[in-house]
């Protein structure tokens, strides 16, 4: 059974600061998805990863995907107020059967105060 | 990317009655999934719709309780049948299009069971 654990689930951060939110799943996949939800709100797509080493960034947000170690990382550069939302890693299997279906981390709720 | 969209986006129902939850996407896909979100919680499958076949359910979830349809490569409906309280949630619907893609996720019907 594929498990996503994330960590922090709960980010307090300065506007200003950096820190890093971490992703790790439990077994072999090429394949790791980063979504944003906004209170009261649907999920948003933030990035898709789908080999070892791959980096991506968007803003102040960059994630990479290391498949040997089975972790994605979500990194925040200096934050802002607006980055404030729930942040869900999600892995599929890389090939066969359910390599569609996503499985879940629990999310981390990020506040970022002034 | 594709824009989903669900109806009904709430609904307030007594106990022991039936909802279908319909939802529709803006352009062919491959894939449709339905999920159950919890306020504050995670994402948990429910299934994959298949379109021209039966639904593919995730342990825990049974067809008898969440029959599913999906007529063609757009549309799909969910329903919640002989409700209780406990299936108070959200209830999103996501689709893809590509192995790999990333899942498009619809705005959500928040349903209140009394």
């Known amino acids: 059974e594929l498990k996503v654990e994330q960590n922090p689930l709960f980010l307090s951060m300065q506007e200003g600061k950096n820190y890093t939110i971490y992703c790790n799943y439990s077994?072999?996949?090429?394949?790791l998805y980063w979504y944003r939800q906004d209170p009261g709100k649907s999920l948003e797509s933030l990035f898709v990863?789908?080999?070892?080493?791959a980096v991506k960034q968007e803003g102040r947000l960059m994630a990479s995907l290391d498949t040997k170690a089975r972790l994605s990382t979500l990194h925040i550069t200096a934050a802002v107020h607006d980055l404030s939302a729930t942040y869900f890693c999600?892995?599929?299997?890389?090939f066969g059967a359910g390599s569609y279906q996503l499985t879940f981390g629990k999310g981390t709720k990020l506040s970022v105060i002034p | 990317s594709a824009v989903i969209s669900q109806k009904p986006s709430r609904d307030i129902c007594q106990r022991g009655t039936s909802l279908t939850i319909q939802c529709q996407v803006d352009?062919?896909?491959?894939?449709m999934f339905w999920y159950r979100q919890q306020p504050g919680q995670s994402l948990t499958l429910i299934a994959t719709?298949?379109?021209?076949?039966?639904?593919?359910?995730e342990s825990g979830f049974v067809i008898d309780k969440f029959p599913i349809s999906r007529p063609n490569l757009t549309f799909s409906t969910l329903t919640v049948s002989n409700m209780s309280p406990e299936d108070s949630s959200i209830y999103l619907c996501?689709?893809?299009?590509?192995?790999?893609?990333?899942?498009?996720f619809g705005p959500g019907t928040r349903l209140l069971v009394l």
């Open positions: 990863l789908l080999s070892n080493g």
């Open positions: 996501s689709a893809t299009r590509s192995e790999g893609e990333t899942q498009y």
């Open positions: 352009s062919q896909v491959t894939m």
């Open positions: 077994t072999t996949s090429d394949r």
């Open positions: 719709a298949n379109q021209g076949s039966e639904a593919t359910y």
């Open positions: 999600a892995v599929s299997k890389a």
